[in-house]
């Protein structure tokens, strides 16, 4: 089989910026003509092997960096966007979004955000009975969204906070009793932290300066939202920092992104990187060993080991998903060639939708997508008491897997034969590819359907090739 070239224009140039290089001082250091420099960063001519071994070498670069990232991202969503019936007529080639993504990832996204406002503007029209009479009907993009595709696009790793929450929970390198650092934190500020039977997780006062919270959460809980507050008003500079470079086109997403980040240092505090990537190679990425060491929660793990993303120091890439019992994702991210539906649910045929049926057990799945990747699947329950016998429990179901060549470094792979089946599963059905699924809710939108009424199979038509 043909080996895929390697067209990371886009990069290079991201690179060559970042170390503050004229092109012809970086192909001196690559060892390259300027003239063949400059066609790669257009994509003119692949990425060589040399040049591939050069980054490494004079850089220190992970050469991940440029085969793994934005690019796949935004060849998935357009692909998605583009089964939208609205292209119908229209289905560029696979090359062509490619090149797209890699030669003008600016217009992918913009092409990405206008498909966003037609559907958003579909949705309300065909909802006009909430519309009606109402002034602030116009559309205006969802500010959830923008700031998931924020986080999204930022490989979920944002690192002068990942670094600040380092520093905060491990001065010196040594680890520290985080609720009493955290604690001590806010009281230097003239803060007075409290845990009472309220039915709040946390509540704090600016006018009295009182932090109260809940004695009804779990520990991990508890942790997380005292760190929590500790990044809201100790981290208040660098977060607004990053905001500004965010620019968000609303003031609703502005202030949804400053809680994200405010919950991204709270993660990254309870487990700091260096040391929890040190303890996730030595116990194997055993999520209920790492939680116990950190007192963590298995969710908290899960969602920190697919942010292991620090240039120089990546982790094993994970896809991380969280799913309710309705199916629907409500956190989404993925360092792998996966990529989850923007829209609507996970397929069906994926574990994580079977931990449900299996309380308090992890699921493993040996599973294939439709473009030949193996993968590594791991999925379990999670449920979220409310502390009283008469509140509601939140109850959801979380994934974590890597690419198998990844998988002798997790304990899960124990067992399993990583050369055996390998069960077939999709992004969503409107684009999955394959022909026979007996799961598929819809027809793929890219394929013609033939449909005879004088048979029927596993569906009621037939995919033409």
């Not at 958003?120 to 002034?135: F, P, V």
């Amino acid at each position: 089989m043909a080996t895929q070239k390697l067209y990371a224009g886009a990069k290079l140039r991201e690179i060559r910026a970042r170390l503050a290089l004229t092109q012809k001082s970086f192909a001196d250091k690559l060892g390259v003509s300027l003239p063949y420099l400059n066609q790669m960063e257009n994509n003119h001519r692949p990425v060589s092997a040399s040049v591939v071994l050069a980054l490494a070498q004079e850089f220190g670069l992970d050469v991940t960096e440029l085969t793994v990232g934005e690019s796949e991202r935004l060849v998935s969503d357009m692909r998605e966007a583009l089964a939208d019936p609205v292209f119908a007529a229209t289905s560029p080639p696979l090359a062509d979004l490619r090149l797209a993504a890699s030669n003008a990832p600016a217009l992918a996204r913009a092409f990405l955000d206008l498909h966003r406002a037609y559907r958003q503007t579909h949705e309300r029209l065909a909802s006009l009975d909430e519309a009606l009479g109402r002034e602030d009907a116009s559309l205006r993009p969802s500010p959830w969204e923008e700031v998931r595709d924020f986080f999204h696009y930022c490989d979920n790793y944002i690192d002068a906070v990942d670094r600040a929450a380092e520093h905060f929970a491990t001065p010196g390198g040594a680890p520290q009793d985080i609720t009493r650092t955290a604690i001590t934190a806010l009281e230097r500020r003239g803060i007075t932290v409290t845990f009472t039977d309220q039915p709040e997780t946390r509540r704090y006062d600016p006018a009295t300066k009182r932090l109260t919270l809940s004695n009804r959460t779990a520990g991990p809980t508890q942790r997380f939202q005292l760190l929590l507050q500790v990044a809201l008003l100790t981290q208040n500079e660098l977060i607004e920092a990053t905001l500004d470079l965010a620019r968000f086109a609303t003031p609703e997403a502005r202030d949804i992104a400053k809680i994200g980040l405010a919950n991204y240092f709270a993660g990254a505090a309870l487990l700091p990187y260096r040391a929890f990537q040190a303890a996730a190679l030595q116990t194997r990425h055993d999520l209920e060993r790492l939680a116990d060491l950190f007192g963590a929660s298995i969710e908290q793990v899960a969602h920190r080991l697919s942010t292991l993303q620090r240039p120089g120091a990546k982790g094993i890439p994970f896809f991380f998903v969280r799913v309710d019992q309705a199916g629907t994702i409500t956190k989404r991210h993925s360092a792998t060639r996966l990529q989850f539906a923007r829209f609507g649910g996970a397929c069906p045929l994926w574990n994580v939708h079977r931990a449900f049926e299996s309380p308090g057990q992890f699921l493993r799945q040996l599973a294939e997508t439709p473009d030949g990747v193996k993968y590594l699947c791991l999925s379990r329950d999670v449920s979220k008491p409310g502390g009283a016998f008469l509140a509601p429990v939140k109850r959801y179901a979380i994934g974590l897997g890597c690419e198998v060549q990844h998988a002798p470094q997790l304990v899960y792979a124990d067992g399993l034969d990583l050369k055996g089946h390998f069960e077939p599963i999709g992004i969503s059905c409107r684009i999955c590819e394959r022909p026979a699924c007996h799961q598929r809710s819809v027809p793929p939108l890219e394929r013609r359907l033939k449909v005879d009424p004088d048979r029927r199979g596993l569906l009621p038509y037939e995919i033409a090739e």
